[in-house]
Structure formats: C-alpha cells, structure tokens
C-alpha cells in the first residue's frame, strides 16, 4: 500500500515543496514518501548532467557565457541519447507493412527444438578452457584420444588410460587408493592434438567423456576429459577445478 | 479488404495532409483535398486569398530588409505597401477565416527575423512542388526531424488566437440549442475540438492565450477524459508537444465520431451559414465523422462506446471477417484403459454415456464456416509427446465439474509471500502443474504446484552414463540431486512484466522493461534465446495455444508475432496509438487481441498482419483480455473497474459488468465457458455468469450494421459471487481442467 505523509510545510526544504507541487499537478495523488527524494535526486542529476555540456559546448563556440542556446544544444543532444523515444506512427505502420507481405514461413517437421540459428541463441558456452602449454613434451603428435572401454582398464589405471603413456599432463595418482576416494581427476590433452589422433571411439570427436567402470577400480571414478569444448556444465566444472592443479606430472 | 490501415488517411506523402469527410453512400458532402495552411484559405474564404500570400511575402522581404539593416528601403515599403508598423512581427499569418480578413493575425509570438528568413530561404525550393505554403515547410527552424515537423505543422494558424474562445463559446451555445436527440451526439464534437484547438494555440505559441482556453473549457469535458486533460495542460509549450509521442499520433490520427446523418447535417448547416469557418476548418483537418444513417444515438450509448483516445472505430474498421470458429481437433486414438472407463473410436465419438463436451472431437467433418481452414497458417504438427498430452487432456475433461450459476467453482487462491510488492506476472501451465512468476528484480522464478520436484536434464557428461535402452530412460536422465521445489532464472536486466508457459511444458516466456523476450527451456532450466526487437519495455507476451508461435506488445505501440526459430519477427502489428499493454491469442491460434493504454482493443490477423476489429469503450488502459473457449466472445478488463463483453464476429459490445472498484489484472473464461471469473487489485475475485449475458444478447440487423446495442444494465444479475482475499491483489487467474479456479496474487499488507 502507499500511503502520503506530508511533512508539516515548515520542516519541508522549499525544493521538496516544489517538486510535492509538481506531483500534484501532474495529477499523481498517492505516493510514498520516498518518491520525492528520487525526483528530487533525478531533477539534481539532470541539470547538472545539461548544464555542465552547456558549459561544453559554450567553450567549444569560444563564448565566454553561457547562453540559452547551449543549454538548448545540451538538452537536444541529452534527448536523443537517454531519453529516446519509440519511432512516430507512420514509420512503424511503413516497416510494419512490409513486414507484413513476406508470406508466413512453412514450419519444417521433426526438428527437434525450434530454435534460430546457433548464433542467435545463448546456448553457446560462453567459456573456454586453459590450455596447459607447458606441459606439451616433444612426442605431442602422438597423443592419442584416451582409448577407454570398459574391458580396457587394468589393474594399473594411470597408465593403460592413456594411449602411449608419454601423453602430458594429469594422470591419476590411482596408486594410493585412498586419495582417490571420492576424487575426480581430469586428463587435460590439448585440443589442437586431438584433433589430429585418431578417436578410438567409436562415437563422434566431440564425445571425450568417457567413465571407466568403477568396478575396475574399486570405488573410485575416473573421469577422462580433454580439452575440447564441451556442452556441458558438470564437467567443464570438474575442469575448472583442477585446471589450477598442475602439479600432476606424467607419470 | 476492409482492414483498417490507419496510415494510409494521414501523412504518406509527406506535405499532403488529405482532409476527407465521407459518409456510406450518398454523396452530397464533398471530399477536401487540400494541403495544409491553405485549408482556410484556398477552400472557404475567397476574397482575402490572393491578399494574404502576397501579404507573406511583404514581410519576408520586410523583415529581409531590416536585417540587413537597410532602414531607408524598410521605410519606403511600409509606406508604399501600406503597413502598419507592427505587423510585420506576425510571421505565422495565413490571412484566412471571417475572422481576421486580410490583416495578417499580430500573434505575439516568438517569431523572430531568424525563423521567417529561415522559412523564407528554405520556401523557395520547395515551394514550386509542393503546395503548401512556405510557412508551413520548415515550420520549427530546421530541425532534423522531418517527420516531426510535418506532423506539427498541421497546426498552421487559423485565426486570431484571442477569438479561439469565442468560438468555442458559439458552438457550445448552438449544440445546446438543439434538440434533445441531437444534443448528446453533436456533444462529441467538443473534447477532440477543444484539444485540437488547444493544441494549435500551443503549437504557435500562444501560450497564454492557450493557457485562458484551457482553463475556461476543459471542465465542461467529459469525465473520462480527465486523464488526457492532465496531460495537455502539461504540456504548455511547443516544445513539450514534440516529446510526446502519443499526443502526436493523436494529431497524425483522426478522431473518429459516428453521427446521425441529421445530427450531422444540423452541424454542418450550423458551421457554414456563419462565417464561422475555424470550427469548420478544424473538423474538417482532424475529425473524421462516420455518418450513419438512422436514429441518433443516446447519450448512455454514446457513453459506452467512447473513451478511447481517438475516438471510436469507424464501421468500416470492423467489416473484416474474422474466423472465429475453433480448429478441428485432430483424431487421436485414445488407447483403453482398465482405469478409465471410457473408449473412444476413431471419430472421437465418446461409446460410454459420458457428458460430452462440444470442444473435444466435433461429430460434424464439415468445415465450420466461421473457422479458419485448418492450413490457414502454418502450424507445427502434434509430436508424440504432443499427442500423449491430448490423451491426457481428454481424460481430464471427462472429469471436469459442470459450472453454473448453481454450482460455483472452488477457488484455490496461491499467494506470494515476501515479494514486496515485486511480483509483476504470473502464468500457470494448462495441466496446472507449474507456476511461474516474474518478479521486478529481473528473475523469474518456476515452481511445482504438484508434490512431484522441478528436476533438470543431467548434464552431458552424466548423461552418457545411463542405460539409453531402459523403459524409463525419460526419467533418469533427469538429475536428482539437483531436484528442487523451484528454480530460478536468471537472465534479464529489468523486471519482467509478462510471462507465458509453452502449451507442451517445454519452454516458458519471458518479456521484460529491458525489451527483450527470453526464451527458457524448463528441461534444463537454462535460457535459450534472447529475441531483441523492441527497444523499449515489453509489457506482454504470450504463447499461441498450439505452440511455436508468441507475440509480444510493449512500450514501442507494436506487438509482434515471432516464431521460436527465428530470430526476426514474423509479423508487426502496428496502429495503436500508445503502449500495448496486453496480449492475448485467440484459440485458433489465426488471431491475436491487443490491449492497448490508448482505451482500444484491436484485433489483428495473423497470416497479413492487418487489423480487423477497433472495439472502443473502456475508460481506461486495458489490462486484460480473455477469449472465451467456443472463440466467439471475449472479455476485457481495464483500469476503470469495467469488464466490457465483446462479440468478436460481429465486432460489438454485448455486454458491461460493473462492480470492480479498481484496475482488473486478471479475466478467464471456465473451461466451458459458462463462468467469467475476474480477479482486480480491489483483493477481489468475481465470478459472472456468461451463459445468460451472452443469451440476452438480440443481435438483429439494425444493430449489425450499425453497431449500437443497448445495453441491460443488469451486472448486479450476472454476478454470481465475491470472493475477497487478504490484502492480495488478484494478477492471473486459471482453470485447471477439472474446471476448479486457481488464482494468484502477492500478499500486500
């Protein structure tokens, strides 16, 4: 609810007096009490915000006063800018009607989600993941896409996770079962690489999440990611974890 | 086509402003066309004519002299022309009307040397093409909005501003001498004079004169015009007029009057014995008077149908046939089931005795003459899932309670708690199983009216975890841990003023004061697009009922049709005069309802986009609007407390419910429609009985084709029942589909 409470007129500065006037000549009866200070903040900014590019604009015409036309080139140029307001009738009926011609587009079949286009939409990650440069040892070029089936994993997980054991980067430190309690470890491969290996899976490149089966290594996860762009946000929040973690050496 | 293009009466070619009186048929009133500024002058006035152009250039060539400072020369022609001394300080004369005769009008304005020349320079080279006057071209001094400045200079002076009161006085005294039944109709004639007057005297800076007239007339206004007084008397000088967008389009725009043709020619008779030609003038620029012929119209129905910021629509604005017929359901085959007792065949034909419901699989295969083809616009095929949802609609409905004014809905009222006075929308899904609010602080938040948690898709890399051949493989790629009550979305910059739930409970829409649309997806609760295309606050948008398709109206008078694929709109429905401020998609899903903060409502076309129906009557902006379920009325509340009936074939109003004492921000239909159930900020939810305001309808010829209904002044009969809440405004209501009402509201204490 809102409620008026009108200072008594004598404890009223006169700028609020004015602007209580100006309300109630605009016809706005109810309001609370708070409103006049904003008004009265606004009107403060307002002027000052003109009157200062009148000063602007009255230096830069080389006068020494400033004069009404300054102040009316000021509040010109304020309009335009903040205080924009919708285009006139006729330009909206004009752009309306040659909208209005293009015939109503056939709706295609079993698409899926009726979305534009990629990049119209905000469903692109809006992040991109640190590529550990440093860590790159010379036999880069042969780093392949972890091969990880479920068969594949032996008793010793760091190295048959990874197809030739000189890729860089995180291994597992599955050797001490009780830090991996619980743990996720990430496998970082630059992109650029993996791109060129050849994927052993059988699914499409972007696919690089791949879960060992636990029951291979007790209770313990391991999940495998790379660095490629992933569309997801569980696992590139995995990443992120430890993407500061680069104390993980090849073994 | 009879579609209403308000832009083709008024500016396309940019000097020409046409004036036209036209009435159905008989043509003995000749239509103007004549350019602006020399109205008085080329049309009525004779004598002083040739005088008055040569007049103008004296003293543009005056005033040439004396600021070049050649004293000698200004003197020799003041005394060879014969000029006063003073008169060359009225720039803006046009030496037209009885009342001034020759002598240009001593404006006392602030034409100064400047302005003329300025006029005068520029006059020259356009002076040859167009007709107008040179005044009237460049009628501010060269500013860089053209459009602007046409539109303005639609106030050229017409007369000696002093006598602008005069009259006004004679033409209020000759309305009240007329008979009776005459009297109420020429009384329209006053509120759009007396603002066009008004406005002229401000446009030419008279702004004390303006200011006198102001305040000697706008009491005898009617009251529901309080609103734009307000706003003229705020606007004193030339200036302010340029801000104001909507007082401009009130310019551009003609304020329509339907007058009998006696009542009419009573006036016109009147306006042209006398010299009195201002009045004559004005009517002519900025009137447009729908002659009908017949009785002349009460004054109670008169009332009813004006209030609206231009006038009321014309006859011709709502010719158009409109389809308002429901599509044919598709066939589905409902599979049997142990619990529920009923089998359906293929035609939808019910076996078992149950209550059949007209809007659940149609007996006849004929077309529906008043439906749209079902190919009228493209609309997305029924997926599966689609198709699982009808199914479910349909056992649903077997179960929906009968309404009547014996048997009133139960109301489920949901409140919103600590919102302080931030909750500015609300949508409810058909199957009532989420709500959804948009809050003033930019989130938007779902939740789940059922015991069953809001859940979100795992993510991918869960997601390649599960067994993809598992029956209930639906379920479990939905993410447990995060399972909550609600959600909340995060996405917009400003508050959100309208919100919509996709009819497949795939998508929610949100519109917000930052101008764009958002669409979320309610599997992974994540925002999917942004649809930027108003530039300023979208105060609606909402989902067609087959889905696919949204519109949305705001701040920029334009509502939108878009399609969730595209990224542009499809359709612009343009004409309002101010915000829209509601929307709404009829049930077939071929037309789409707006109301507007202009007092119309207006009914527009999907598949051209043109508007087929002006229905004028409310007092105040409109913020709601309801189609009944059988398509063929709809209801409309707005801030003066009044819920208006309207029969959308026909384009008129059938019925009036009074009782709400403030704005109405929530109207719906039972699912039958036999209930109007009205939720308003007066903490109230009222429940109308339909069924007997849209019997007592009589709907014959006469009434047809003129549009005048009488209305029963029986509100009091059709309410059925008050409901109050706890200092809770009413913002959304919903049936579910057993027909029990819920609504929702935030606790205001």
Redesign the interface.
């Known amino acids: 609810?809102s409620n008026v409470k009108m200072a008594s007129p004598k404890t009223v500065p006169k700028d609020a007096q004015v602007m209580i006037q100006i309300l109630k000549?605009?016809?706005i009866t109810e309001y609370e009490p708070r409103v006049i200070n904003q008004m009265l903040e606004f009107t403060y900014r307002y002027v000052t915000t003109i009157i200062e590019d009148a000063k602007i604009y009255a230096t830069h015409a080389k006068k020494n006063i400033v004069d009404a036309d300054d102040i009316r080139l000021a509040i010109q140029c304020r309009?335009d800018q903040s205080?924009t307001?919708?285009?006139?009738?006729?330009?909206?009926?004009?752009?309306?009607?040659q909208?209005?011609q293009?015939p109503?587009?056939?709706?295609k079949?079993?698409t899926g989600?009726?979305?534009?286009?990629d990049r119209?939409?905000?469903?692109a990650p809006n992040y991109r993941l640190k590529s550990i440069q440093k860590k790159v040892s010379s036999s880069a070029g042969r780093i392949t896409v972890p091969r990880l089936s479920i068969g594949a994993v032996s008793s010793r997980p760091s190295t048959p996770t990874l197809g030739t054991p000189s890729v860089q980067s995180v291994t597992t430190k599955v050797g001490t079962p009780v830090s991996l309690s619980g743990q996720r470890f990430s496998v970082q491969i630059p992109s650029s690489q993996t791109a060129a290996s050849k994927s052993s899976t059988p699914s499409t490149p972007m696919?690089q999440?791949?879960?060992i089966n636990p029951s291979l290594i007790g209770s313990k996860k391991i999940?495998i990611?790379t660095n490629m762009v992933?569309?997801?946000?569980?696992?590139e929040s995995?990443k992120r974890k430890h993407e500061d973690d680069d104390d993980y050496d090849a073994l | 086509m009879a579609a209403v293009?308000?832009?083709q009466l008024?500016?396309?070619v940019e000097k020409d402003i046409k004036t036209e009186i036209t009435n159905d048929g008989s043509g003995n009133i000749n239509a103007n066309s004549s350019s602006p500024g020399s109205t008085s002058s080329g049309g009525k006035s004779k004598s002083p004519a040739g005088s008055g152009e040569d007049q103008q250039t004296l003293l543009a060539v005056l005033q040439f002299l004396k600021r070049n400072k050649l004293t000698e020369s200004v003197d020799i022609l003041r005394r060879e022309a014969g000029l006063s001394a003073d008169a060359d300080d009225s720039p803006v004369s046009e030496s037209a009307g009885a009342g001034s005769g020759g002598v240009p009008s001593v404006g006392a304005d602030g034409g100064d040397a400047n302005s003329l020349l300025s006029r005068v320079s520029i006059a020259t080279p356009v002076a040859p093409p167009a007709t107008a006057p040179p005044k009237v071209v460049a009628a501010s001094g060269g500013e860089d909005q053209p459009?602007?400045n046409v539109?303005l200079s639609a106030y050229s002076q017409q007369g000696d501003p002093v006598l602008y009161p005069l009259y006004y006085n004679g033409l209020k005294k000759f309305i009240e001498s007329v008979l009776d039944c005459h009297r109420a109709e020429l009384s329209q004639v006053f509120y759009p004079l007396f603002v066009h007057m008004y406005l002229e005297l401000v446009y030419n800076n008279h702004e004390n004169e303006a200011k006198q007239f102001f305040e000697k007339f706008s009491g005898d206004q009617e009251c529901y015009y309080e609103?734009d007084l307000?706003i003229l008397?705020?606007m004193s000088k030339k200036e302010h007029m340029k801000?104001n967008?909507t007082m401009?389009?009130f310019r551009?725009?003609k304020f329509v009057l339907r007058i009998s043709r006696d009542s009419y020619q009573l006036l016109k008779r009147h306006l042209q014995e006398r010299q009195n030609n201002q009045i004559w003038n004005i009517i002519q620029e900025h009137l447009y008077i729908d002659i009908f012929d017949g009785m002349p119209r009460s004054k109670s129905q008169i009332d009813a149908m004006s209030g609206s910021l231009a006038g009321e629509g014309k006859r011709d604005a709502n010719k158009a046939k409109v389809f308002y017929g429901l599509l044919k359901e598709p066939e589905i085959e409902v599979p049997l089931d142990d619990e529920d007792e009923e089998a359906e065949n293929e035609e939808g034909k019910p076996k078992k005795k149950k209550p059949k419901k007209d809007s659940m699989g149609s007996k006849s295969k004929k077309q529906d003459p008043n439906a749209p083809q079902q190919t009228r616009?493209?609309?997305?095929?029924l997926k599966d899932s689609d198709k699982l949802d009808k199914i479910m609609n349909m056992k649903e409905a077997t179960k929906k309670i009968r309404l009547g004014p014996d048997n009133l809905p139960s109301i489920c009222f949901y409140s919103f708690l600590n919102a302080y006075q931030g909750l500015t929308a609300v949508d409810f899904t058909d199957d009532s199983s989420l709500i959804a609010g948009g809050f003033a602080d930019s989130t938007v938040r779902v939740w789940s009216v059922t015991p069953k948690k809001l859940r979100r898709v795992?993510?991918?890399?869960?997601?390649?975890?599960i067994d993809k051949e598992s029956d209930d493989v639906l379920e479990r790629i939905m993410d447990e841990k995060t399972a909550s009550e609600s959600k909340i979305l995060y996405?917009h910059s400003g508050p959100v003023y309208g919100i919509s739930f996709s009819p497949d409970r795939?998508y929610l829409l949100s519109s917000s004061e930052d101008g764009t649309v958002r669409?979320w997806?309610l599997q992974t609760f994540?925002?999917?697009?942004?649809y930027k295309g108003h530039?300023?606050p979208v105060w609606d948008t909402q989902f067609s009922p087959y889905g696919?398709y949204f519109i949305s109206g705001g701040?920029?008078?334009?509502a939108r049709l878009w399609?969730?694929?595209?990224?542009q709109?499809?359709?612009?429905?343009?004409?309002h005069?101010a915000d829209i401020t509601c929307t709404l998609f009829h049930p077939n899903s071929n037309y789409v309802a707006t109301g507007s903060a202009d007092r119309t409502i207006r009914l527009w076309d999907?598949?051209?986009?043109?508007c087929v129906r002006i229905l004028t009557g409310h007092k105040g902006p409109i913020h709601s609007l309801a189609f009944s379920p059988n398509g063929k009325f709809m209801a409309s509340g707005a801030t003066d407390g009044r819920v208006l009936l309207w029969d959308v074939g026909h384009g008129l109003m059938v019925g009036e419910l009074k009782g709400h004492t403030d704005t109405i921000y929530a109207l719906k239909f039972s699912r039958d429609g036999e209930i109007l159930a009205s939720g308003s900020m007066d903490n109230t939810v009222k429940l109308w009985d339909t069924l007997k305001a849209f019997d007592d309808v009589e709907l014959d010829d006469f009434t047809a084709a003129t549009g005048h209904i009488h209305l029963p002044e029986n509100s009091q009969e059709l309410l059925l029942g008050t409901y109050m809440t706890k200092?809770t405004p009413v913002i959304h209501l919903h049936f579910t589909r057993r027909n029990l009402l819920l609504a929702a509201g935030a606790y205001?204490?």
Do not use: W
Not at chain 1, 104 to 107: F, R, S, V
Not at chain 2, 563 to 567: E, F, I, K, Q, V
């Open positions: 609810g000549d605009m016809g309009m205080f307001s919708p285009p006139p009738r006729d330009f909206l009926l004009d752009v309306a009607r909208k209005n293009t109503l587009p056939l709706i079949p079993y989600p009726r979305l534009p286009p119209y939409c905000l469903t696919v999440n791949v879960l999940l990611t992933s569309q997801n946000s569980a696992s995995l | 293009q308000d832009g008024n500016l396309e459009d602007v539109v609103e307000r008397s705020s801000g967008e401009l389009d551009t725009s616009i493209p609309l997305p095929e795992k993510s991918a890399a869960d997601l390649s975890n996405g795939n669409l997806s994540t925002c999917l697009v942004g530039n300023y696919y701040h920029d008078r334009v399609a969730t694929d595209h990224y709109p499809l359709r612009m429905f343009a004409g005069l999907v598949l051209t986009g043109n200092s205001n204490p």
